[in-house]
């Protein structure tokens, strides 16, 4: 392995603590829409799509009569509040920041959640410009199931895919960096739980909070 030159992070899960508030919305959408009981699991179906993706999904499981437009749009208007006002950052998301600040790593985010709410929480977190890139579906539509977002975000920090850190707290999205030749760091998070054993298989490192992530580092120099 080589020595790890850069990172890429995921958001939701990694560095905000926000999937609990993805799983109320996706329910509080569907009843509105007169789905009185929607499926326990249907936010562990959807998380692994795009926006566009899941939006479709909801529209032809559900028989709804909408647009894609207006129900991307309408769960965009439910989750604003959300990363806008509430939504927080996990433990040590500033420690390790500054820990890569100092020994010269640069860092993106990459992740499937709207642009303009990753925008916001993170600037609400005073963290945004602190980042080289927030790449989204806005960029690179295909989602995590495709590499491109990786390697894209690689291509910005100047680093090669095997030089470069991505933490992730979702199975499919280790799966696709990890298929991509990128050094992969899964993030735990409630919502994941039940994917840990596989992702502890999976990925180079397993770490319980970005408190570990130093010491990945260091022992790379």
Request: glycine fraction near 6%; include cysteine.
């Amino acid at each position: 392995m080589k020595k790890i030159r850069g990172m890429i992070f995921d958001l939701d899960g990694t560095l905000i603590d926000s999937m609990s508030v993805w799983h109320k919305v996706d329910v509080e959408f569907l009843r509105e829409n007169g789905i009185t009981e929607p499926p326990s699991d249907i936010s562990d179906i959807v998380k692994k799509m795009t926006i566009d993706r899941s939006s479709q999904y909801f529209i032809d499981r559900f028989g709804l009569p909408h647009t894609k437009e207006y129900v991307v749009k309408r769960i965009e208007e439910l989750v604003r509040i959300e990363y806008e006002e509430n939504i927080t950052l996990k433990p040590y998301v500033r420690e390790l920041l500054d820990f890569l600040d100092e020994r010269g790593y640069p860092y993106g985010v990459a992740t499937a959640t709207y642009k303009s709410l990753a925008c916001a929480v993170l600037k609400r977190s005073g963290i945004f410009d602190r980042f080289r890139f927030v790449l989204t579906d806005t960029e690179y539509p295909n989602g995590k199931r495709f590499p491109d977002i990786f390697l894209g975000g690689a291509k910005l920090l100047g680093t090669a895919p095997d030089e470069t850190l991505v933490a992730e707290d979702s199975l499919h999205c280790i799966e696709t960096a990890a298929g991509a030749g990128f050094i992969t760091a899964g993030v735990y998070d409630e919502a994941s739980n039940e994917d840990r054993e596989q992702i502890r298989a999976i990925c180079d490192f397993c770490v319980d909070s970005l408190r570990d992530i130093p010491a990945i580092l260091t022992a790379k120099d």
